[in-house]
């Protein structure tokens, strides 16, 4: 199982993106669970991102918003980056 690991400035912007979005949070909550336990959950559809993003993954909160990920993979932690919508993360 991997490790979620937030940093300062991930939190700030997972308040700030709940704040606007209370709807949210049950969904959001749900993908991290489901981030820590199976990260290759199809409904996640995490994916590998390209050009100046591609050292990072994402996954999908719901259709419209995301979250960036990066996985450090010989620690199995796992460190979300950005939460919101598609053109708010990329």
């Known amino acids: 199982m991997a490790k ?14 709940l704040k606007k979005h209370p709807d949210l ?3 959001y909550s ?5 981030l820590e336990i199976n990260p290759s959950h ?3 559809r995490l994916h590998k991102l390209k050009g ?4 990072l993954y ?6 419209s918003y995301r979250i960036t990920i990066d996985f450090i993979i010989d620690k199995d932690q796992i460190i979300p980056i950005a ?6 993360v990329y």
């Open 4 to 17: 979620l690991i937030f940093t300062e400035s991930y939190q700030k912007r997972a308040a700030k993106f």
């Open 25 to 27: 949070i049950s969904q």
């Open 30 to 34: 749900k993908t991290l669970q489901l």
């Open 42 to 44: 199809p409904s996640l």
């Open 52 to 55: 100046k993003l591609s050292d």
């Open 58 to 63: 994402s996954v999908s909160i719901t259709i």
């Open 83 to 88: 939460v919101g919508s598609h053109d708010e």
